[in-house]
């Protein structure tokens, strides 16, 4: 069970609510200035934050499918992310205004791709799938938090609701995923295709999910929200294990074949990131942060009684959280332009700070309204 | 007894009816052997006229070299996955239900990658230069591309075959000295051997338990592997339908679907023969049923992802390629298998299908069907529509080829069926685990 008010302090969310502020007048102006940068920093936290918050859910949802009880408090700690939904979508509704600064081929169609990359399929195709996949989540967080306070005749019935729900969610969570990777980011450069891309981007965003599910279960315990084992802590730190590693399987998956079969169109996409500066130094910093300290501190944790403090864990995860944010901007940038810079101006940094506040803010929100 | 109306058996109950399966076989078990050998006869006549005539005898010729043989190879390599996957990834993740169906889905691994193994020696024709294929250093010039994805599915299945192996006898330690301590005369010597000197001393169960909690973590990354490998050999090559980013997980995937069906083909008709219906119950069935329906909905979601890139690709080839599978000659195992992976296991959405013997058993058959297409597909009309059309080319089977695939079915079952007379085919220590400790007085 969540316990009641643990909630951010005023002064806290007033600062939050100020960052947001001034994340939303840095692309207000932004676009007004350097449009090419500003979209693309905005489509990176979209995607990025959006995916975040839809992967909570949706791991309550494989939990609820598979019968977990390994603790019933990590599921309830994954539906509060469900909270930025709302926010998510009106922001992909603001995309809409960057299509043609974004995606080349809106003002120059490519002929024999055409009848999928054209303005009105892609944004029906992707409007509706969040639309629907973000009301089926509300649907099923909502029944999930009604969980265990019915009586038996209700609980039987809503867990048969709960397991339909949980399997539209996780079906169509794998769908729009897969479209945010292939239509979303893929199609920045419209020439350039991998056919595991949408899978890619489905397991990157798991991995990320679970991280943050691993920090947010150590910091509900910090602050009285929920009290988890530590034997359950340790069975998400094995999940984040599963995902990273799946994450760079899936990574290899690509790199590999391309580079094998050394086809020009395929290559091209490895030749910009993993070869030209600041990219190729960029790859090296995720693959390290992201992936081979992961490794070697969860392989530990695999095995054996799990600890008490979880500290090591949550830095772990945070930095693999940071990681995958960094592999979302190397995947999004070298595409809108070729010779782009690394997006570290006030601009970037003022956007992707007011896409976190809003995250929190809306989460917050909502733990209060699970409350009222 | 039937398992609805059966109690929890005891721990003397658990050593009664799995050692019980050891002894004198039924006339059932008889004939199934004789049927099983007799087509084992027939393929190993099949390979011995192919070796007689040459490859031509079946129906070996440019471009469809591979065809049926390096279509059977990927099939029962994917076969052995579940085993792996069953011992490794659910004895690390706790699933209890594991303890009474991995024994048998360990043996289908060791003997699946085993009939896998015959595959490239057949298909290589003279096999008495078969060392010709092992990759020792270059002095005789006969292994000459070490960066050639053949080389590395060498080491990958070898590597996989010994873990696999090494697991399956670390394993069955304990149950081998129950066994022995049950047996009497030239059996108990036999078996006395085989145990290596297992006495269950505590010393003994700990360093068990360290050695197969090891053993799970080496052999996990092979379930990844293994089929990624595999696929590599196709997905490396520029053949339009092969070169594809998709390939390793999409094997893996299709490995790990095949390989439960098989195990619920070998598990089903177990329940009767032995009377296991205590130990390989309904929820059982029930886990891998499930199992099997997700891997189904993956690989779905891999073939929907397969032809929409090479539609979305632009590249002609690639939509050539995909057009002709799906119009042409093959395309009725095309649909197959289609059919077979992504429709027919739809129906364990029901639970009372799931729990439903016959019908697990005909979707498994079908599932099995449907995988062995899907490489056959891959293999053969790929390679017969191609980039230039001078290189196009129909297959079709040979008398000779298609006993030697149905013979390799009949080797598979003939070892297992062997197996499960000389071995206990449920793990007797890891059930009694799952059981509420015997008291002394089971009154207090």
């Given at each position: 069970m969540i316990a009641r008010g643990q909630r951010l302090s005023p002064g806290s969310r007033l600062f939050l609510a100020a960052i947001a502020l001034a994340g939303g007048a840095a692309f207000v102006l932004g676009v007004t200035r350097a449009a090419e940068r500003t979209w693309a920093i905005y489509l990176i936290n979209l995607v990025f934050w959006s995916g975040l918050a839809v992967t909570g859910p949706a791991i309550a949802a494989m939990m609820e499918l598979m019968e977990a009880r390994w603790s019933p408090g990590v599921k309830r700690i994954a539906l509060t992310t469900a909270g930025f939904l709302p926010v998510s979508f009106v922001l992909f509704l603001i995309l809409f205004g960057g299509r043609a600064t974004l995606y080349p081929w809106v003002t120059s169609p490519i002929p024999v791709k055409a009848a999928w990359l054209n303005v009105p399929f892609m944004a029906t195709r992707i409007g509706v799938g969040i639309l629907v996949l973000y009301a089926l989540t509300f649907a099923f967080v909502r029944a999930g938090f009604r969980q265990g306070t019915a009586d038996p005749e209700t609980e039987r019935r809503d867990k048969g609701r709960r397991a339909a729900l949980a399997t539209a969610v996780l079906f169509l969570y794998v769908v729009v995923l897969s479209l945010f990777g292939?239509?979303?980011?893929?199609?920045?450069?419209?020439r350039w295709y991998s056919g595991l891309f949408g899978g890619y981007f489905v397991v990157s965003t798991l991995y990320a999910g679970f991280a943050l599910l691993a920090v947010l279960s150590v910091r509900a315990n910090a602050t009285g929200l929920a009290a988890i084992p530590p034997a359950a802590v340790q069975d998400v730190a094995k999940l984040v294990f599963a995902t990273s590693t799946l994450w760079m399987y899936f990574f290899w998956s690509q790199y590999l074949v391309i580079w094998y079969g050394n086809v020009p169109v395929e290559t091209k996409f490895f030749l910009r990131r993993f070869f030209v500066d600041p990219w190729r130094l960029l790859a090296f910093v995720i693959f390290v942060v992201g992936w081979v300290l992961p490794f070697v501190y969860l392989l530990k944790r695999l095995t054996g009684r799990p600890p008490e403090r979880h500290g090591p864990l949550v830095l772990v995860t945070l930095l693999g959280l940071v990681a995958l944010f960094l592999e979302r901007v190397m995947l999004v940038v070298p595409s809108i332009s070729a010779g782009a810079a690394f997006p570290s101006g006030l601009t970037e940094m003022l956007i992707t700070a007011g896409f976190l506040s809003l995250f929190i803010l809306s989460r917050d929100w909502f733990l209060a309204r699970l409350h009222a | 007894m039937r398992r609805d109306d059966a109690h929890q058996p005891t721990y003397a109950d658990v050593n009664r009816d799995v050692i019980g399966t050891l002894w004198t076989p039924s006339p059932a078990y008889f004939g199934w052997m004789s049927i099983v050998g007799l087509i084992l006869t027939a393929g190993i006549l099949a390979w011995t006229w192919q070796i007689y005539i040459g490859m031509g005898a079946a129906g070996k010729r440019t471009p469809q070299n591979w065809a049926m043989y390096i279509t059977s190879f990927v099939f029962w390599i994917g076969i052995g996955h579940a085993g792996t996957l069953i011992s490794a990834i659910l004895y690390l993740f706790r699933a209890r239900w594991r303890t009474s169906i991995y024994r048998g889905a360990e043996a289908m691994t060791v003997f699946a990658v085993m009939t896998a193994g015959l595959f490239p020696l057949i298909h290589a024709g003279r096999m008495w230069f078969a060392y010709w294929l092992l990759p020792y250093p270059n002095q005789r010039y006969l292994w000459p591309n070490f960066r050639s994805p053949l080389v590395w599915d060498v080491f990958a299945i070898s590597t996989y075959l010994t873990i696999s192996v090494v697991f399956f006898s670390v394993g069955l330690l304990p149950d081998i000295a129950a066994i022995r301590d049950a047996s009497t005369g030239w059996k108990r010597k036999i078996y006395g051997v085989l145990a290596l000197g297992w006495e269950g001393t505590d010393r003994q169960w700990r360093h068990y338990r360290r050695a197969y909690g090891l053993l799970a973590a080496l052999a996990t990354p092979l379930v990844l592997s293994v089929h990624s490998v595999v696929s590599w050999d196709f997905a490396m090559a520029l053949v339009p339908g092969w070169h594809s980013t998709l390939f390793a997980p999409f094997f893996v995937d299709g490995a790990i679907f095949s390989g439960f069906a098989m195990v619920l083909v070998l598990i089903i008709p177990m329940r009767p023969l032995f009377n296991l219906y205590a130990y390989i119950t309904n929820r059982h069935l029930d886990a891998i049923a499930k199992l099997i329906l997700v891997t189904s909905l993956v690989l779905t979601y891999f073939y929907v992802c397969e032809a929409f890139t090479a539609w979305y690709s632009g590249d002609h080839f690639e939509r050539a390629s995909l057009f002709w599978k799906a119009t042409r000659n093959y395309a009725w195992a095309f649909w197959l298998q289609y059919f077979c992976n992504s429709l027919v296991p739809l129906v364990l959405f029901s639970r009372r299908a799931r729990i439903h013997p016959p019908t697990l058993y005909v979707v498994s058959i079908l599932v099995l069907i449907g995988m062995w297409f899907e490489r056959f597909n891959i293999i053969v009309p790929g390679l017969g529509h191609d980039f230039y059309p001078y290189t196009w080319g129909i297959y079709y089977p040979t008398l000779t080829d298609t006993l030697i695939v149905i013979g390799s079915f009949a080797w598979f079952f003939i070892l297992f069926l062997g197996f499960i007379k000389v071995m206990p085919s449920v793990s007797i220590v890891e059930v009694k685990e799952t059981l509420p400790h015997p008291l002394k007085d089971p009154h207090h």
């Amino acid at each position: 069970m969540i316990a009641r008010g643990q909630r951010l302090s005023p002064g806290s969310r007033l600062f939050l609510a100020a960052i947001a502020l001034a994340g939303g007048a840095a692309f207000v102006l932004g676009v007004t200035r350097a449009a090419e940068r500003t979209w693309a920093i905005y489509l990176i936290n979209l995607v990025f934050w959006s995916g975040l918050a839809v992967t909570g859910p949706a791991i309550a949802a494989m939990m609820e499918l598979m019968e977990a009880r390994w603790s019933p408090g990590v599921k309830r700690i994954a539906l509060t992310t469900a909270g930025f939904l709302p926010v998510s979508f009106v922001l992909f509704l603001i995309l809409f205004g960057g299509r043609a600064t974004l995606y080349p081929w809106v003002t120059s169609p490519i002929p024999v791709k055409a009848a999928w990359l054209n303005v009105p399929f892609m944004a029906t195709r992707i409007g509706v799938g969040i639309l629907v996949l973000y009301a089926l989540t509300f649907a099923f967080v909502r029944a999930g938090f009604r969980q265990g306070t019915a009586d038996p005749e209700t609980e039987r019935r809503d867990k048969g609701r709960r397991a339909a729900l949980a399997t539209a969610v996780l079906f169509l969570y794998v769908v729009v995923l897969s479209l945010f990777g292939f239509d979303l980011v893929m199609s920045l450069d419209p020439r350039w295709y991998s056919g595991l891309f949408g899978g890619y981007f489905v397991v990157s965003t798991l991995y990320a999910g679970f991280a943050l599910l691993a920090v947010l279960s150590v910091r509900a315990n910090a602050t009285g929200l929920a009290a988890i084992p530590p034997a359950a802590v340790q069975d998400v730190a094995k999940l984040v294990f599963a995902t990273s590693t799946l994450w760079m399987y899936f990574f290899w998956s690509q790199y590999l074949v391309i580079w094998y079969g050394n086809v020009p169109v395929e290559t091209k996409f490895f030749l910009r990131r993993f070869f030209v500066d600041p990219w190729r130094l960029l790859a090296f910093v995720i693959f390290v942060v992201g992936w081979v300290l992961p490794f070697v501190y969860l392989l530990k944790r695999l095995t054996g009684r799990p600890p008490e403090r979880h500290g090591p864990l949550v830095l772990v995860t945070l930095l693999g959280l940071v990681a995958l944010f960094l592999e979302r901007v190397m995947l999004v940038v070298p595409s809108i332009s070729a010779g782009a810079a690394f997006p570290s101006g006030l601009t970037e940094m003022l956007i992707t700070a007011g896409f976190l506040s809003l995250f929190i803010l809306s989460r917050d929100w909502f733990l209060a309204r699970l409350h009222a | 007894m039937r398992r609805d109306d059966a109690h929890q058996p005891t721990y003397a109950d658990v050593n009664r009816d799995v050692i019980g399966t050891l002894w004198t076989p039924s006339p059932a078990y008889f004939g199934w052997m004789s049927i099983v050998g007799l087509i084992l006869t027939a393929g190993i006549l099949a390979w011995t006229w192919q070796i007689y005539i040459g490859m031509g005898a079946a129906g070996k010729r440019t471009p469809q070299n591979w065809a049926m043989y390096i279509t059977s190879f990927v099939f029962w390599i994917g076969i052995g996955h579940a085993g792996t996957l069953i011992s490794a990834i659910l004895y690390l993740f706790r699933a209890r239900w594991r303890t009474s169906i991995y024994r048998g889905a360990e043996a289908m691994t060791v003997f699946a990658v085993m009939t896998a193994g015959l595959f490239p020696l057949i298909h290589a024709g003279r096999m008495w230069f078969a060392y010709w294929l092992l990759p020792y250093p270059n002095q005789r010039y006969l292994w000459p591309n070490f960066r050639s994805p053949l080389v590395w599915d060498v080491f990958a299945i070898s590597t996989y075959l010994t873990i696999s192996v090494v697991f399956f006898s670390v394993g069955l330690l304990p149950d081998i000295a129950a066994i022995r301590d049950a047996s009497t005369g030239w059996k108990r010597k036999i078996y006395g051997v085989l145990a290596l000197g297992w006495e269950g001393t505590d010393r003994q169960w700990r360093h068990y338990r360290r050695a197969y909690g090891l053993l799970a973590a080496l052999a996990t990354p092979l379930v990844l592997s293994v089929h990624s490998v595999v696929s590599w050999d196709f997905a490396m090559a520029l053949v339009p339908g092969w070169h594809s980013t998709l390939f390793a997980p999409f094997f893996v995937d299709g490995a790990i679907f095949s390989g439960f069906a098989m195990v619920l083909v070998l598990i089903i008709p177990m329940r009767p023969l032995f009377n296991l219906y205590a130990y390989i119950t309904n929820r059982h069935l029930d886990a891998i049923a499930k199992l099997i329906l997700v891997t189904s909905l993956v690989l779905t979601y891999f073939y929907v992802c397969e032809a929409f890139t090479a539609w979305y690709s632009g590249d002609h080839f690639e939509r050539a390629s995909l057009f002709w599978k799906a119009t042409r000659n093959y395309a009725w195992a095309f649909w197959l298998q289609y059919f077979c992976n992504s429709l027919v296991p739809l129906v364990l959405f029901s639970r009372r299908a799931r729990i439903h013997p016959p019908t697990l058993y005909v979707v498994s058959i079908l599932v099995l069907i449907g995988m062995w297409f899907e490489r056959f597909n891959i293999i053969v009309p790929g390679l017969g529509h191609d980039f230039y059309p001078y290189t196009w080319g129909i297959y079709y089977p040979t008398l000779t080829d298609t006993l030697i695939v149905i013979g390799s079915f009949a080797w598979f079952f003939i070892l297992f069926l062997g197996f499960i007379k000389v071995m206990p085919s449920v793990s007797i220590v890891e059930v009694k685990e799952t059981l509420p400790h015997p008291l002394k007085d089971p009154h207090h």
